[in-house]
């Protein structure tokens, strides 16, 4: 089966790492009846002016790069607006530091 997972405001990078994180998490489950699974995910942020199509095209060429490649692995177009924004807005002067202190515990 096939599927889509709209992330917002994520970039292809964030993208990545959301399907990376989703296909470790399929991996690692045990599901009654089959034990194991593993995904193939293929992730393309949007570019532009491009259309609706040409975007999900593009993401499921990612998908047949990741099943070709192997399965159980994530493909990216690294390609998106993201990186147009980040050069128009220049590097950011904000640093953020995450201290396991925050923590709670909580998945």
Do not use: C
Not at 22 to 33: K, N, T
Not at 84 to 107: C, D, K, M, N
């Amino acid at each position: 089966e096939e599927f889509i997972v709209l992330a917002s405001e994520v970039g292809y990078r964030g993208a990545a790492h959301l399907a990376e994180r989703l296909r470790e998490r399929i991996a690692a489950h045990s599901f009654p009846m089959v034990d194991q699974l593993t995904i193939s995910l293929g992730v393309a942020e949007h570019l532009g002016r491009e259309s609706v199509e040409d975007w999900f095209q593009r993401a499921d060429s990612m998908l047949y790069a990741a099943k070709h490649g192997g399965r159980n692995q994530v493909s990216v177009d690294a390609r998106g607006n993201s990186d147009l924004w980040a050069t128009e807005r220049g590097a950011s002067p904000l640093h953020l530091v995450w201290q396991e202190v925050y923590e709670s515990g909580q998945q």
